[in-house]
């Protein structure tokens, strides 16, 4: 899940994005409103945190801009304690969620995911396909092969991967598309590295669980194989 974090206290935003990073989002960081207006129209992001109080441009107007213009990303605004009016204004802004500082990380991931599942039409907490189940928590996943569970660690790569595709059962990505949502703006891409990681997921899952259509790309087979 590819997630704009915008937040101008530089401390907090680079605790935040480690923290995120290691459960399995792929972070882009601006620090003012200007920035993060500009780059939440141009960068196709699942989620984004914004933070209210933000120089150069207010956080409500950032949104207010966004949506303007038929951005849809779920967005979570961070508010100061108890400040409810934000929360309304947040919300008449079209924001989705909010969370007041100070909060527990665990809480926030836990408001993204819900917001992500409920922004692909996925009510549930588990994501799970044709007895393929993914466990969020510990980013792995779990079949029954024959009459016995199998429980197959992943990859951080290999999990945002998987998490996407099956975010998105039977859809067809192309291989920039799926790179967008699994890399942050600042990585290094190789351009095969989307073949790799699916060879990796195949090789772990089953062949059939991730189909190719040639020249296309690839999607999630949603039957059970
Ligand atoms: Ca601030």
Known sequence: ????LVEDDKALSAELALQLEQHGFAVDRVFDGAEAAFIGESEPYD????????PEMPGIDVLKQWRSKQIATPVLI??????????????????????????????????????IRRSKG???????????????????????????????????VEFRLLR?????????????????????????????????YISKLRKKLGKERILTKRGQGYLFNPEKP
């Open 1 to 4: 899940m590819r997630l704009l």
């Open 47 to 54: 989620v984004i945190i914004l933070d209210l109080g933000l």
């Open 78 to 115: 961070l508010t100061a304690r108890d400040a409810w009016h934000e929360k309304v204004d947040g919300f008449r802004a079209g924001g989705d969620d909010y969370l007041s500082k100070p909060f527990h990380v665990e809480e926030l991931v836990a408001r993204l995911d819900a917001l």
């Open 122 to 156: 996925v009510a549930v907490a588990q994501i799970e396909h044709g007895g393929l189940k993914l466990d969020e928590a510990t980013q792995s996943v779990e079949q029954y092969i024959g009459s016995g569970k199998v429980v197959t660690e992943l990859t951080g």
């Open 164 to 196: 996407y595709l099956m975010l998105h059962p039977g859809h067809l990505f192309s291989e920039s598309q799926l790179l967008e949502h699994v890399y942050n703006y600042d990585s290094e891409k190789e351009s095969n590295v989307i073949e790799v």
